[in-house]
């Protein structure tokens, strides 16, 4: 029976994003298996032929319109496009067997097509397609560039890895063991300033996501994150992205995918590592949701963890923490002015976001222990223990545990990328202070006692004057003693830049070292003297 | 490249090697556990048992072999080159088919995990993880957690998984790698790697436009103070109070932690609605309460189920808004696995799940008749009948969908319960069902019309009458002949008379004309004659003249006596034979 795929015009958006991919692979591999099957049949400029490639084009098209590309390969046994791993499901599977087994036949791991291929090139392509045994591997690959397929081509190898030459690739060092590097290596891990330089940043972690960029707002000198802490902040950030991305109002949201997405950020709690780093890497600002998202889940996590939770919980305050300001979507478009110029009705639309968050997470998703969690945390995260905050609840209310924990860690990296001038101005250390000073009566202590844990007395991507009277950069808190975190020194006490291997490390600042005090903005670097020192 | 399918026919598992045939029998072993605990409650001893004996045997294994690795495809599981777990088939020569194990591989395979580890000095803890990590994701139950993250909740030391992400960045090369890491050079060729040398990972959700997704924050929610102040005192100052602050948070956790979430969720939606009065807000989470309903049903759930649903009730007096969902959920859900649980469950637990479908109504209906029909024990079947009479007793046309279903008995199910149910409202569904194309269902037709009145089900039970079944016939002409009608009489007569009717077979033909006798009155008189005297000087000894005759005696009356009579001074000897014949059964009942 010939496979009778729904032509990707009938629905060319089922959802946004990974559910596209999703949605579209399936699509496109039942296209695929039929066009293949119909190819052995008749010749290319058969009609029936000819109309499975058209078939194939309108499923390719909405997909080759949005990302450019499609590249469809196996890995082991599974399928992925663009990165997205096609679902394997019982009705699906014979598809998916065969597709692998056309691929595996050709000694290729699978096809790219871009966007401007044709039904011309389309032809031409699956001449030599439906020939394996005399098309196949780099033989295939040489063939259509001889006949000048561009669009299609085969991919005769697949990896996770990144190449290993020629690309400047940081090989993911390990937090432990990683080595200092100029503060304006380009292609280095260090991400001082802008890193996201071809082949650097972008090779690594999942997705073009996070790595890298422009510093953020209110993180004069932001830099990436490094190593296991980096990969893992990098996939949140991904992850983050997919599950908001790929939920629109109408949507079911993701849960799932949020668990598997948070996983390695609860795993980097247990396991020590300074998971907090992902903070200094705020990115552009497309992608500030999805860092903000992202940061909150890694302060409050970390503070979770202090706070002794289990895994579940953590995976739950995670997933709570990435979605704790889903409402916002629901009010952005009335609200025109910046926070300290809103009007009532734009103070009024703010307020009613925590709970259109937990409206569309009910809406969203079917009840059980981590939706409600969620619930509650997007609705009560701007609520106070002392019955303060909004949305006002009816009757005694108290504020769940996790929902303060994301209440502190929403609140203290909405001060560290604040869209007010000031914001752009205000370091890690004075976004603390702020916590603990002017906003400290808002919170449970035993929040706040997480939170410096959690970040220690100096965050990281902050920069302290060293008692020498050396600059250094915080790399992570230091759990030992708060006020001595691991460091780079960046400016020698004599005021030279340091670069390369006369970068000084600190792992942790020794007891006879101190910090002597944090530096404010205006006394940081600016990016002129790094391209000096550079 | 390897697919991990293998056409090759696999040899038998009586051919395995020691360590595979251990491995297999346990697999057997874990998938009847599985399918053991679906079944009952988690504190049934039984459940219990088949839990502890799992542990023992993979123990012994690793013990014997050494850590077990597992390699998992999509319809098999391998032991270094063994499939341990296959499909579904038979081999030549082997004894022993595969059997619910069959289902294994493709529950790992789906969510992700191609690889499962059991190392040596396995905790019990471990297995028993990776156990309800089974058991969760073969209910059918979404629970937002796959495979993988279970396991990963459960953080076992000693089983292992391996298994692919949802996404991930994938290079690609011209060539294949020349020794070791993932790249390999690729000069040489005009096509390297992806454009932009990184990767093919799309550019989701910014690309396809802003509005899409529920990233859109525009605007800080937080005002930041116009001071700070130095960290270093401000924590030297909060610590004095942090002591007791940490011992009530942490008494507020674990408060938290442990109070079942269907305990909190009402007082969370309660509070949503009055933070937010309003039809689209009530509306919302009302159809969030009908799916966590659903969600309770397909968990076999009932006490939560029952209290979901007042919580429904609340928020959706009428049902109105809910109704449609709650349909669609609940007639989407596994009716086969509730149904093999309600078979097993104590009665208690059988009256709450049908005093909830009695509650819900007419969503459960679709339900209620999937348990009645995949139900083994009578005892369910009986209950869920009851349920259905309740259900349908004002409404029965609500059967009307299952009356026709294709599937014979659930058709005999509807009609059975249209019977119990018993008014004349029945009739025209009856009706509908007495055409199924399925004898069995007729006859269910046949025996639920009885308490309908006569009047009403005599024409159904006429058009019964043409049936070659024995029984069915039997059955209608036993309900048409519970008093005297000449329409009745007057169709059967037809029959008799019809040129098919010597094709019917002789029980048939018996039953007919005894029915007649049954519900006729002198009309049938003449009939009866002309057909004992069929055939004049050519009348043959056939069963319908004997019949005649003795339809005649059975009636009695004077006409039908004096017909018989001038029968035995007939010309024709089978004629006057017949005849006698029925008079000395009179005389001798």
Known sequence: ?534 | MSTGFSPIRHPSFRDLTPAGMAAHEWFRQLARALKTCRLYHADNPVVLQVRQQLLEPLMHAIETYGALSFRITAAEIFLLDEAVVRPAQQTDGDDAPTGKESMLPFLFYRDGIRGLSFLPALPARDLDALFDALLAASSGVDTHDDLVTLMWQANTTHVLIDSVPIEQTIYLSSRRPTGGGGGGSHQGQSYVWSPAGDEIRADIGQMSGAAAGLHKDTFDDWVMPAETTPVEAAYQKLLPAIEFARMRLSTEWVGERSTDWTLQAPDVLRQVVAMSPGPDTTTLLARSTANWLVGAIQRSSWNEAQETLELLREFDPDGSLTQAELTTGISGLDAQSITERLDESETDDQARFFALTVSLGRPALDLACSVMAIATKGRTRAAACTMLCYLCNDEPELLEPYVLDSRWYVARNAAFVLGQIGTDAVVPLLELASRHPETRVRRQVVASLGGVSAQRRTPILLAQLDTRDPQLLAAALKMLTREKDRDVAQTILRLIEAPDFESRNEDNQRALFAALAEVADDTVVPALEALLHKGGWFARRTLQRLAAARTLQRLGTDKALAALEAGLSARSDVVRSAALEAMSARMNP
């Open chain 1, 1 to 534: 029976m010939t496979p009778n795929p729904s032509p990707a015009t009938r629905d060319p958006a089922p959802g946004p994003g990974d559910q596209r991919c999703k949605t579209a692979g399936l699509q496109l591999i039942m296209r695929m298996a039929s066009t293949i099957r119909i190819g052995r049949t008749y010749q290319a400029e058969n009609q029936v032929f000819v109309q499975q490639l058209q078939g194939l084009i309108e499923v390719l098209q909405p997909l080759l319109d949005e990302s450019g590309e499609a590249v469809l390969v196996a890995l082991q046994d599974d399928l992925y496009l663009n990165g997205v791993r096609i679902p394997v499901k019982a009705n699906n599977f014979k598809f998916h067997r065969s597709m692998l087994e056309e691929f595996r036949r050709r000694d290729i791991a699978g096809l790219r097509l871009q966007k401007g291929v044709d039904e011309r090139e389309l032809t031409q392509f699956f001449k030599l397609f439906l020939q394996p045994d005399v098309y196949a591997g780099t033989t295939f690959l040489s063939a259509c560039l001889a006949q000048g397929i561009d669009h299609v081509t085969p991919a005769i190898h697949a990896s996770t890895e990144a190449p290993d030459d020629g690309f400047d690739y940081d090989p993911l060092p390990q937090w432990d063991a990683e080595e200092p590097a100029a503060p304006s290596d380009p292609g280095g891990s260090s991400g001082w300033g802008s890193g996201n330089a071809p082949g650097g940043e972008a090779g690594v972690g999942t997705g073009d996501t996070s790595a890298g960029g422009t510093p953020g707002p209110g993180l004069p000198g932001g830099r990436a994150p490094k190593g296991a802490a980096r990969k893992n902040y990098a996939q949140a950030v991904s992850g983050a992205r997919s599950l908001l991305a790929t939920t629109t109002l109408q949507d079911g949201l993701e849960l799932r995918h949020g668990k598997r997405v948070v996983q390695p950020l609860v795993d980097g709690a247990f396991s020590g590592e300074p998971v907090v780093v992902g903070l200094s890497s705020l990115t552009h600002k497309d992608e500030y949701t999805y860092a903000h998202a992202v940061n909150v889940c890694l302060v409050a996590v970390t503070m979770g963890r202090l706070l002794d939770m289990d895994r579940r919980a953590l995976a739950d305050l995670g997933v709570a923490a990435l979605l704790h300001d889903v409402g916002k979507s629901a009010v952005s478009a009335l609200i025109h002015h910046p926070i300290d110029a809103f009007t009532p009705e734009e103070q009024a639309a703010a307020e009613r976001h925590p709970l259109e968050g937990a409206k569309l997470i009910a809406r969203s998703t079917t009840l059980n222990q981590t939706t409600l969690r969620c619930m509650r945390v997007a609705l009560e995260h701007h609520m106070f223990p002392d019955g303060s905050g909004y949305p006002a609840a009816k009757g005694r209310w108290p504020q769940s545990v996790m929902s303060r924990v994301v209440s502190v860690a929403d609140c203290y990296v909405s001060l560290l990328g604040h869209r007010s001038e000031r914001g752009a101005n205000t370091t890690p250390y004075e976004a603390l202070g702020m916590m603990l000073g002017p906003l400290r009566k808002r919170f449970d202590p035993a929040m706040l006692w997480a939170l410096v844990n959690s970040v220690g007395f100096y965050p990281p991507g902050q920069l302290v004057l060293l008692d020498d009277g050396s600059t250094a950069e915080v790399l992570a808190p230091n759990p030992v003693d708060l006020a001595r975190p691991h460091v780079r020194v960046i400016v020698s006490a004599k005021g030279e830049r340091l670069s390369g291997e006369a970068v000084e490390l600190h792992r942790p600042l020794p007891p006879e070292r101190s910090v002597t005090r944090a530096l404010k903005a205006e006394e940081y670097p600016s990016a002129a003297e790094d391209e000096a020192a550079a």
